[in-house]
């Protein structure tokens, strides 16, 4: 009953790490963790965000284009 393809979940968190190595170049990604909240389909735009919540840390999110979250996602960075 899916309206699409299911886009594969360690796909979006791949996508998420990837901004956040893009933004950061310096920072080392120590930890990683996410969670699957909602399905995104094939062809459905995506809007992938974060946030720097500490010194070592950033929580990212994908959104799908209802604008609720798909996937959340914190790193821990090196000091």
């Not at 998420?16 to 933004?23: C, I, K, M, N, Y």
């Not at 929580?59 to 209802?66: F, H, I, K, S």
Request: aromatic residues 6%; hydrophobic residues 50%.
């Amino acid at each position: 009953g899916y309206p699409a393809l299911v886009v594969h979940g360690t796909l979006t968190a791949i996508l998420l790490l990837d901004l956040l190595t893009r933004a950061r170049p310096e920072a080392r990604v120590t930890h990683f963790s996410c969670r699957a909240e909602r399905a995104l389909f094939a062809g459905q735009e995506v809007t992938l965000a974060g946030a720097v919540v500490a010194d070592d840390r950033v929580d990212l999110w994908a959104e799908g284009p209802d604008g609720d979250v798909a996937m959340t996602a914190a790193a821990t960075l090196a000091q």
